[in-house]
């Protein structure tokens, strides 16, 4: 393990344990609250899961960063499409399973970039076509953390804990 790697492992697992803690004690009227997220009213629960199931998702981005391996593109653009599915799939998920699915995911994320050597943090791709070349510690950052700090502030705002 990197000393770099670790710290970021530190930083994800923080994030994901401060969301953790705000959703177990969450009411039952919280977790089906609306806030706008993305551009979007969903409810609390449907971000949460939204987060859990993205968190593999994002880690093979960062690994395709480290491991020099082709990225695909992110098109934002079809964000809201690809968030809109997500909560006709999933349109009541339920608070103990999300919170467990946040937990497990979040280990292997965290076991992979606990990983990560200096060498495989400073590699460098960009996420598509006229997007910025970034390092895979600035995609880490942006991505894997800022995914979730993004969604936690959000839910804080219908929890009053802004």
Partial sequence: MGERGGDFARQFAAANDELIALLESATPEQWRQRTEDEGELRPVSVIAHHVAT???????????????????????????????????????????????????????????????????????????????????????EQRQIGHVRAHLASIKTVFGSA
Avoid: Y
């Fill in 54 to 140: 993205a968190h593999p998702r994002i880690a093979r981005r960062v690994e395709a960063f480290a491991h020099r391996v082709a990225v695909p593109a992110r098109q934002p653009e079809l964000f809201d499409e690809r968030n809109a599915r997500h909560w006709r799939d999933n349109p009541e998920p339920d608070q103990f399973a999300t919170v467990e699915l946040l937990r497990q995911n979040a280990t292997a994320v965290a076991e992979l970039l606990a990983s990560l050597s200096d060498a495989e943090l400073e590699r460098t791709a960009s996420e598509g076509p006229g997007e910025p070349v970034m390092t895979t510690a600035e995609v880490i």
